[in-house]
Each structure stands twice: as C-alpha cells, then as structure tokens.
C-alpha cells in the first residue's frame, strides 16, 4: 500500500480546533459536490449506500466510510442503504453479514428497509451481460487466468487480443448460457467485456465480467455457479437501487471510466455516479481485512473483538463509545489524497467523551493491605463520594470503609525519593473520601517483599479533609478488604510497537507489539460493580478507563483497560506546537 505523507501535526491539531463545528456545518469536496447538485437540480434528493464485502468485521476505516455514506444522507434529507457485496462465496460467510449490521448500528446508523444484496440482483445482472453479448461487446474467452494477464500488457505496452476475442455473438450467448449451466469446471473460461485493449487505461483493456466459480454462496445457495465481477456489479447494483452518489476510496479511481462505460452501454433505470476519498491508516495498527484474518487465523490475538484488534466489534470490547469514534471521523474528515492519522487522535476523541459519560470508580489493580491499627474491628462506615467530578447529574455513591483496605502497591515507597508524595513510613496522605491515615510499621514476608503496611487515621479528618487545615500531598484510591470484588483486568497496549507497520519492507508482523495484552489475575475493586453489565465503562480513579468484558462471569468479573487517563495526544499536540514556532 502506497501510504504517502504522514498528516502533519499542525494540520490536525487545526481539524482538531474545527471538529467541534456542529455537523450540519460540517463540508469537504464531497458535500459540496453533493449540495451543488441538490442545487442545480441535478438529483431530486440524495441516496448514497455502504457496500461491504462480507468477508471479514469492519475495521475502523469502514467506520470513516460509513460516517461518511450515512451522515451524508441525513445531514441533506436523503437515504443511505446498507448493500453486501456478495459476489465472491469462497470467502464470504453469514457470520460476517451478521457481524457487519450490528457493527453498522452500533455506530448510531440505520438503513431502515433499504437492506440490500448484490446477490439479489444477480438475475439481473445476467441480462445484462446477455445485452452486452448481443450488442457484439461482450465474449467468452477460453484463455486461462494466467494467459489473460499476459496478454493484457502493462502500463506502457498495449496489450494483445485474445484469440477468442471476435467470436460470433451466437456462439458467445451458447457458451455463456452453458457457463451458467454449469457445464464447465472453475477457471476454464471467463466472460469480458469487448473495450480496447490498447486502452492506456488497463481496466479498459476487456475486463472481466463473470467467472465460473462452483461453489454455494451464503443466501443463493447452489443457484449460480458464475459470479459477476467487483466492477461489473458495483455500477449496475447502484443504479438498480438509485444511488445518485456512489462514493468509494481511491483505488477505485482508475475503475470510474469503466463504471460509467457499463452505464451508458446498458439500459440501467438510473445513473449513478463516482466519487473517491482517501482512505484511512492509523499508526500502530493495519486496517485491512486480509491482514486481520490472518492475526486471527493465526491465533495472534483472541479473534475478531479481540480489544486490540482495530475493528468496530475491537473497540467496542475496548470500551470505545460510539460518539468517540463517530466525533473522531469529523475530525479527521475528508481528503482527497491519503495519509496516516495517529492513533492517539482517536484516543483523544475516546476520552473526551469517556471523560464526561464515565463514572469513577475505586479499583486496585496491584493490591497491598492496609491496616489501620486505631479503627474499631468490625466497623463499617459508608463514605459518600462523586460519581463524577464533570457531570454533577451523576450524584454520590457509598463506599464502605472498614479497618483493612487495598491500596495500590505503588502507591508506596519504603525509602521515598524527592518527588515521591504517596505513602511512605511516617507520612500523612488523604484515602480519597475518607480520612487522613499514616503509616507507620511496614511488614514484609521471608523473601523481603512488602506484605502491610499498619497504618493509624485521624477519626477528626473524616470526608477527607481536616478541620485545622492540615495538607497532605497525595490523595489515594482505596478498596475495603472484607467488601472487595475481585476481578481479573487486562491492560492493552497498540497491537504493533512499530508506528507504521510493514512499512520499508519490513515482515508485517515483525512490528507486532509482544507486550500489547498484559493480564492481571488480582485486581480489587469496590462492591458498587459486583453486578456491572458487560460493555459498561468506569474510570477506576487515576488508573485510567475499564470496560466490563464479556468473559466476565456471576463470580468472577474481568475488566479490559480502555484508555490511561494520560493523554498522549495532548503531548505530541504540544509538540507540533513548539516545532511550528
Ligand atoms: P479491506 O481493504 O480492509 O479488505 P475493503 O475496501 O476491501 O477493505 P469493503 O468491504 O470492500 O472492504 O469496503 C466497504 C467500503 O468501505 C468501501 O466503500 C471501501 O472503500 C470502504 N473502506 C474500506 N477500507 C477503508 C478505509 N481504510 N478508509 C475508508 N474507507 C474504507
Ligand atoms: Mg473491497
């Protein structure tokens, strides 16, 4: 994949200035393309469509195009269709179908009855090709796949007729007639068109129109064993369903005089038109299906959702909202040359919206004990706390505390450097929402390792603050012991160290990031999430983002780390700020 200019810092950092624009605000060459002709009275009203291959779950370049398809429809009144492109049944599985409508509504989209199939067209479409053979532009080639590639020349020789190229019609209707029937084995013949080839355009140089292919396809059954082409059924499914914008990414560009060839050679009911966009590339990640099966496949990570994985069904197990995906699409918006986005402007739109949406919460994930010597055994007091600091609409909580607690491990140092304020031996830090508490003993197994610390509270600082204005310099996340749920939780990291991967011929999967799933088997967390559905997102306070997995079970909950709460796009933001200056 040719992947050009890296999009400059400053250049984003100015979409990211723009994204907040509301949507009906929102232009790029396409919109306007697409007022103007709503203007002039070129269409009556707009209808644009999504057409996927169902051979692989969308990936988060699918979720560009179809922002793109859909928003464009609402935002001008008109109507987008969900269509499968279902003309290759060797690679193509309901599993996907299935897979792909709920991704496509999760995103925030409908298609309400325009749910459409390639496949249901293919009668159709085989007029259609009869037509072409009739009007002497069509023929059946015996040549094989190879001879056909050789023959058809590169970009600076022409290419040489086929053989078979001036083949009576009448013998070009019987021998496709028979193709259909089945007479004939996989690859023995093809159909294509008659154009030119010594066409400095290669898609013109007779493309191929149907190809014998004896296998069942997922809703036709063993009903055809032809199956019409990528370019002879894209156009023609378009104008069947009277799609005024057919907008695709830009390897199509050089298909789009063949498109509109097919058109104005055949008595199709509309004609549709083509326009192309960049598409997208993200570092640290691949976004194409190929590749994606074969991490699968391969068993690089725990399948399709796997939280790693860039695909909708991926960040959505991740923990990513819909909104963050969808404000991430504006902000990127739409090119007409490619480039490569960073990652960590998608993070930045995940936690603008998590931010304001997520609840805190109190999570360990590196537990230590906590005695606290001078708290009455057996006494459990319920501290009140902000469910989150943005959303005051969100309320407290009660949070039991009692005399053992989890802290974070880290959260202590025995001998402190300078700048460490956490909890230390002799020093005073706050236990968010409770007391002022300080450690004074440390007790360690045989191996020297830390095992509780005992510690005293100040019964005066109750709430977490004190009525002689003491301060303290730290503030910690803490868990009641006899109250904790455990829970498993697993921290992702990008799925490949490397920024661009398989980029400078390097092997693809060289660059893949060994540490990018770390799992962490006991985790604490308080009691309040005991019966937190899968899919739901917290903020454990100053760890960062968690969303409920669905391995959890009733009696073992398993968290997914979405996002830190670091923000690694404000840095490099700032970055591009001070290399401009
Ligand atoms: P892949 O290369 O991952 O297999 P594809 O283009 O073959 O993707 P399709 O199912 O044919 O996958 O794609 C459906 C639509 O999504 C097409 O219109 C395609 O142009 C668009 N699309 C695919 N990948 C991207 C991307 N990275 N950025 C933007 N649009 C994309
Ligand atoms: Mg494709």
């Given amino acids: 994949m040719p992947l050009s200019t890296r999009m400059s810092l400053c250049a984003m950092f100015a979409l990211m200035d723009n994204h907040t624009s509301s ?4 232009s790029d060459f396409i919109r306007d393309i697409v007022a103007a002709d709503l203007r002039d009275g070129r269409v009556d009203s707009v209808v644009t469509r999504f057409p996927p291959e169902p051979n692989g779950y969308l990936h988060i370049g699918h979720a560009k195009a179809i922002c793109l398809n859909f928003g464009i429809a609402s935002e001008f009144g008109g109507r987008c269709h969900l269509r499968f492109d279902d003309t290759n049944p060797v690679k193509e599985e309901q599993e996907y179908i299935d897979a792909i409508e709920k991704d496509v509504r999760w995103l925030g989209f409908d298609w309400g009855e325009h749910l459409h199939f390639t496949s249901d067209y293919f009668e159709q479409l085989y007029e259609w090709a009869v037509h072409l053979i009739s009007e002497g532009k069509a023929y059946v080639d015996d040549l094989s796949a190879e001879e056909i590639r050789e023959y058809r020349g590169t970009l600076t020789e022409p290419g040489k007729a086929s053989p078979w190229r001036d083949r009576p019609a009448q013998e070009n209707l019987d021998l496709f007639k028979r193709m259909r029937a089945g007479e004939f084995p996989n690859g023995s013949r093809v159909l294509r068109a008659r154009i030119d080839m010594a066409s400095g355009n290669i898609n013109f140089r007779d493309p191929v129109l149907y190809r014998i292919l004896h296998a069942a396809h997922p809703r036709t059954g063993d009903a055809w064993c032809i199956y019409p082409s990528y370019d002879f059924a894209h156009g023609q499914s378009d104008a069947i369903e009277g799609i005024t914008h057919s907008i695709c990414t830009l390897e199509f560009q050089d298909h789009r005089p063949l498109y509109d060839w097919f058109i104005e050679n055949l008595p199709v009911p509309s004609t549709p038109h083509q326009y192309e966009f960049a598409r997208l590339n993200i570092t640290h990640t691949v976004l194409s299906k190929r590749v994606l099966l074969r991490l699968v496949k391969e068993g690089h990570v725990r399948g399709w959702d796997d939280p790693r ?22 902000m990127i918006g739409i090119a007409r040359s490619d480039s490569v986005v960073e990652i960590q402007m998608l993070e930045y739109a995940v936690r603008q919206v998590l931010n304001r949406t997520a609840q805190r919460r109190f999570g360990v994930l590196n537990p230590v004990k906590v005695v606290i010597e001078n708290y009455p055994e057996g006494q459990v007091e319920e501290m009140e706390t902000v469910n989150n600091p943005e959303d005051p609409s969100a309320g407290t909580r009660l949070v039991p505390f009692s005399r053992e607690l989890w802290i974070e491990r880290d959260d202590f140092m025995e001998d402190p450097p300078k700048k460490f304020f956490r909890m230390a031996p002799g020093r005073e830090v706050r236990l968010r929402s409770a007391y002022f508490v300080t450690c004074n003993e440390v007790v360690k197994d045989a191996d020297g390792e830390v095992i509780e610390l005992r510690c005293t509270y100040d019964p005066e600082t109750r709430g977490g603050s004190s009525p002689d204005g003491r301060k303290v310099k730290a503030t910690l996340h803490w868990v009641s012991a006899a109250h904790a749920v455990p829970a498993e939780v697993r921290l992702y990291d990008h799925l490949f160290t490397d920024p661009n991967p398989g980029s400078d011929g390097r092997d693809l999967f060289e660059g893949l990031n060994p540490d990018s799933e770390t799992v962490l088997p006991t985790c ?27 391995d959890s079970t009733s009696d073992s909950l398993v968290f997914n780390r979405t996002l830190t709460l670091k923000d690694a796009w404000v840095k490099v933001q700032a970055q591009g700020k001070q290399n401009s200056a």
């Fill in 524 to 550: 604490y967390v308080e009691p309040s999430l005991a019966d937190i559905p899968a899919g739901e997102t917290v903020q454990f306070e100053r760890l960062g983002y968690f969303c409920v997995d669905p």
């Fill in 23 to 26: 949507s009906s605000e929102r």
């Fill in 309 to 330: 994985m860039p695909t909708l069904s991926g960040i959505r197990r991740l923990g990513f909202p819909a909104e963050g995906m969808r404000d991430f699409a504006a």
